[in-house]
């Protein structure tokens, strides 16, 4: 009996676990929801974003990327903002990070750069230990890469930090392209 209890108990510590990130993905997609409402313009929503992914996540800093249809050059930096935690030096994507985000299109988390076996010959600067990047589509069209750096007490970024990020995305980057259309 008291090996079923614990079994039990195992289970509904996993179900109150998976219950609190929902509820924590919930309150992060409804802070993103307000604060982007009451923005004025691209840039303070593209800000807005990168803060709320930076805090949801705890990553050290954050970068939006915009892409054109040029087809001569699909990853061209259209906008460029940061939003950073701490005085680190600004990191931007490297162009072989936003090749591969727009051929693949999917969420991409490196928690090793330096050996990550996709990206062999690039030159990561040195203290980029982890990143995390998450395209911005509206109707299957790729409009931004959101890619966040280091996360916050030297951890890796988890499959959860990829889930939210993702769900973040999915929902910013209609909000963006609206901005864009008024502008």
Do not use: C
């Amino acid at each position: 009996m008291t090996d079923q209890n614990s079994g039990n108990s195992t289970a509904l510590e996993r179900e109150n676990q998976q219950l609190r990130r929902a509820v924590e993905e919930l309150s992060v997609l409804n802070e993103l929801s307000i604060a982007i409402s009451s923005s004025r313009g691209t840039d303070e929503v593209i800000q807005t974003i990168i803060r709320r992914s930076i805090k949801a996540i705890s990553a050290e800093q954050g970068v939006i990327t915009m892409v054109g249809d040029d087809v001569s050059d699909p990853t061209k930096t259209l906008v460029r903002t940061m939003a950073s935690s701490g005085d680190r030096e600004a990191y931007s994507p490297d162009q072989n990070l936003l090749g591969w985000m727009y051929i693949n299109r999917i969420p991409l988390v490196i928690n090793d750069p330096a050996n990550d076996n996709r990206f062999q010959g690039v030159a990561w600067n040195s203290s980029v230990r982890s990143l995390i990047s998450v395209p911005l589509q509206v109707h299957s069209q790729l409009i931004g890469i959101l890619t966040l750096y280091n996360k916050k007490r030297g951890g890796d970024f988890s499959a959860g930090d990829q889930r939210l990020l993702s769900i973040l995305a999915g929902q910013s980057a209609q909000v963006i392209e609206t901005a864009r259309l008024y502008e």
